[in-house]
T-cell receptor, first 115, second 117 residues
Framework: AQKVTQAQTEISVVEKEDVTLDCVYE???????LFWYKQPPSGELVFLIR??????QNEISGRYSWNFQKSTSSFNFTITASQVVDSAVYFC????????????FGTGTKLQVIP | NAGVMQNPRHLVRRRGQEARLRCSPM?????VYWYRQLPEEGLKFMVY????????ESGMPKERFSAEFPKEGPSILRIQQVVRGDSAAYFC???????????????FGSGTRLTVV
């Protein structure tokens, strides 16, 4: 069975601070995909990143960066110089790479960026 | 190229009524997935459909819930005799296929917020 744990329920930071959202996963699959999604107060789900399990290179996209550590089954997400618009619930998710994309989501981390 | 379209955006039903949620996949996509998000929780898989076939409904409640994806038209998630516990956001996603054909992000619709009063 697959499981995604986001231990941080809520985080508050002051604008311009860096913040890291933790994600730990469990899976028996040898290959799999990891995702991060953003859910702003408006409620839609915004895709941020997909990472294949055989690609452990860290990724940076503007103020966003992701640290994938297969040895510790973690896929952490860092926002640098946070902004008020980053306030949202962030979900980490996992799916097998073969077959269809049934995705297992974590419970989410609510990030509040205070001006 | 329009994204995944869901309607209605908001739906209010009285207990005992039926709720019908619609999902039009992205153009060219023949696979649809439904997820439910209960208040303050993450998304939970409900059902995976291909055109005219239910492939995996392991996450669907056994009673009152059904889903279809006809040859023509949108996918429908139907909830009969709704109860307050059905109040949630229901999200739909689509893909062109599986495995190697799935080479981009999993795109969700904007969701339908069902409120049962």
């Amino acid at each position: 069975a697959q499981k995604v744990t986001q231990a941080q329920t809520e985080i508050s930071v002051v604008e311009k601070e860096d913040v890291t959202l933790d994600c730990v996963y469990e899976t028996r699959d040898t290959t799999y995909y990891l995702f991060w999604y953003k859910q702003p107060p408006s409620g839609e789900l915004v895709f941020l990143i997909r990472r294949n399990s055989f690609d452990e290179q860290n990724e940076i996209s503007g103020r966003y960066s992701w640290n994938f550590q297969k040895s510790t089954s973690s896929f952490n997400f860092t926002i640098t110089a946070s902004q008020v618009v980053d306030s949202a619930v962030y979900f980490c998710a996992l799916s097998a790479s073969g077959g269809y994309q049934k995705v297992t989501f974590g419970t989410g981390t609510k990030l509040q960026v205070i001006p | 190229n329009a994204g995944v379209m869901q309607n209605p955006r908001h739906l209010v039903r009285r207990r005992g009524q039926e709720a019908r949620l619609r999902c039009s996949p992205m153009k060219g996509h023949s696979h649809v997935y439904w997820y439910r998000q209960l208040p303050e929780e993450g998304l939970k898989f409900m059902v995976y459909l291909q055109k005219e076939n239910i492939i995996d409904e392991s996450g669907m409640p056994k009673e009152r819930f059904s889903a279809e994806f006809p040859k023509e038209g949108p996918s429908i998630l139907r909830i009969q005799q709704v109860v307050r516990g059905d109040s949630a956001a229901y999200f739909c996603a689509s893909s062109p296929g599986t495995g190697a054909t799935f080479n981009y992000g999993y795109t969700f619709g904007s969701g339908t917020r069902l409120t049962v009063v």
